[in-house]
């Protein structure tokens, strides 16, 4: 895991490298110190979260380490309060976060991001999300990409499609 100095950080933000020490210091940007002289250093994962949270620009030095290291997320529901609620609850956990409203929008996004994981709504019109997962699972390219089932779907209606929904996430 790389890791950056609070001086690189600095020179990335156009700030003074106290300041970087300060928010370490203050819990802003998760940092840790080393034994001896107490000097900080940063993991680049988290420096990353951090220019998300607080919605600052990405240094164009990071951009293609940023996007390699940053997990992509791909929320498929057609419910746009659920995906809003599923969106803030893991905004500025690391994550490059899409979304789609359907499973038709579903499909073009996941053959241009690529995801590395997928929350995924079962009832949807159209294209369902038993067929999305299907699909999922029949594509090698996409066979390894972990899929969260979030449904809004009765816990009766669930039990009854229980075969079918693990059919298809076993491919």
Known sequence: MKTLKPGEIAAYCDVHHRTVSRWIANGQLKGHKLPG??????????????????????????????????ARLLIIDDEPAFRAAIKRALYGKGYDITLANDGFQAGIKLIQLKPDLITLDLDMPGLNGFEVLSYIRQTPEFAQIKVVVISGLAEAELEKSESQWRRCGSG
Not at 45 to 53: G, I, N, P, R
């Open 37 to 70: 002289r107490g000097n900080y250093r940063v993991q680049l994962d988290d420096f990353l979260a951090f220019l998300q949270k607080q919605k600052m620009p990405m240094p164009e030095a990071l951009a293609s380490e940023a996007s390699s290291s940053v």
